[in-house]
Each structure stands twice: as C-alpha cells, then as structure tokens.
C-alpha cells in the first residue's frame, strides 16, 4: 500500500525555523495537505493544495513541493506550534492516505 | 461557521458492527465531500473514506469489505458502519468535511471494542 514517510520528531528554538518533510511516490501528480493536532483536539488544517494557507493560519505557516518531497515550513516557531503534523495525500487510484506524522518539540 | 459532531455509542462488542453519526450545523451537507478518519490511541490518523452528497463513495482499501459510509442530506447527516469489529478497531473517530483538505473536523469520539 501506498505510504507518505515523515520524520518522527523535529525539535526548534523558539524564533528558529521548523521543516518538516513527507515523502511519496506520488506526490509529483498529487497535492499535499497539512494538519496540525494539538493534545486531545482533533487535527486542524494549516496547508491545502500543497502550498496554499487557508484564512486564519498564521503567515509564519508554508508548504512547498519539490519531486518526491513536500514541506510544511514554520518559521519563527512560537511555542503554541508544538504539535503533531501530518500531511495527507493520495495514490495515483485515488486512495487518500495520512503521513505518519512528525512530532515538533519546541525547545 | 460549519461544526460538526459524532454522536454514536462508545462502546461496542467485538464481531458486531460500530455506527456513527455526524450531524452538520451551520451550512448544507450539499455540495461538499464528506469524510470519516480514525486515529487508535496513542497512533497516527487513518483514513476511511468519504462520501459525496450526491451518496458516491470511496473507501480506504483496507477496510473496504467493512465499511458503509451513506448521507442523509434531509437531516444534513452522515454515517458510518464498520462491521466485525475487533480491539484493533478502537480508537477515536473523526469526521470532517472534504476529501483533500479537511476542513473543518468534528471533535471526535472515543470507541472502544470490548466484551
């Protein structure tokens, strides 16, 4: 089964920048999206269409796309962004599938 | 805003089936896609499958041979069954809006599988 693989952890000083990397197969022929999950609340999204923000995510939120790769971007990572991050994705029939998720310590 | 809430019972016993509700306030079930994802305790998020309002649907292969997911555009709801369930179908269920970018979640609900 198709698999998107993200880094287990990521740790950042406050005001450093975070990068977190999810990789596929297919992700060159299929968008990228990105949650944030916080303790025992359900997830939220931060990225859509690989590099898009919707409204009220904080500008310091950015995806990008290169092959293989996405990357959600935190820049000047506050402490209120340690979190669980997942991107979410699709195999080339269609079938959506999460990334295993990167846990990001704020130092 | 569009929220969303699970509703459903929270415990269920193993070979039977698991049924939730997601009822949608604050907008139309019409027009969108309508998703259901689970995440067992202490793991990452799994998809499920999803719906359309129009009733197409489709389903997480893995789980494809126990999922139903059907709307009910007239209560502004969807549901989900999961049939012979076991312990490794206990964790918390969430739904959403969408397919790709799910937006927004309902607060999810713990199910759990035992006798």
């Known amino acids: 089964s198709y698999e998107l693989t993200q880094p287990p952890s990521v740790s950042v000083s406050p005001g450093q920048t975070a990068r977190i990397t999810c990789s596929g197969d297919?992700?060159?022929?299929?968008?990228a999206y990105w949650y944030q999950q916080k303790p025992g609340q359900a997830p939220v999204l931060v990225i859509y269409?690989?590099?898009e923000r919707p409204s009220g995510i904080p500008e310091r939120f950015s995806g990008s796309s290169s092959g293989t790769t996405v990357t959600l971007t935190i820049s000047g990572v506050q402490a209120e962004d340690e979190a669980d991050y997942y991107c979410?994705?699709?195999?080339?029939?269609?079938?959506?599938?999460f990334g295993t998720g990167t846990k990001v310590t704020v130092l | 805003q569009v929220q969303l809430q699970e509703s459903g019972p929270r415990l269920v016993k193993p070979s039977e089936t698991l049924s939730l509700t997601c009822t949608v306030s604050?907008?139309?079930?019409?027009?969108?896609?309508w998703s259901w994802i689970r995440q067992p305790p202490g793991k990452g998020l799994e998809w499920i499958g999803y719906?359309?309002?129009?009733?197409?649907?489709n389903y997480n292969p893995s789980l494809k041979s126990r999922v139903t997911i059907s709307v009910d555009t007239s209560k502004n709801q969807f549901s989900l069954k999961l049939s012979s369930v076991t312990a490794a179908d206990t964790a918390v269920y969430y739904c959403?809006?969408?397919?790709?970018?799910?937006?927004?979640w309902g607060q999810g609900t713990l199910v759990t599988v035992s006798s």
């Open positions: 719906i359309y309002y129009s009733g197409s649907t």
């Open positions: 979410q994705s699709a195999d080339s029939n269609g079938t959506y599938v």
């Open positions: 297919a992700l060159p022929k299929q968008y």
């Open positions: 604050g907008g139309s079930i019409s027009s969108y896609y």
């Open positions: 959403a809006r969408g397919g790709y970018g799910l937006d927004p």
């Open positions: 269409k690989d590099s």
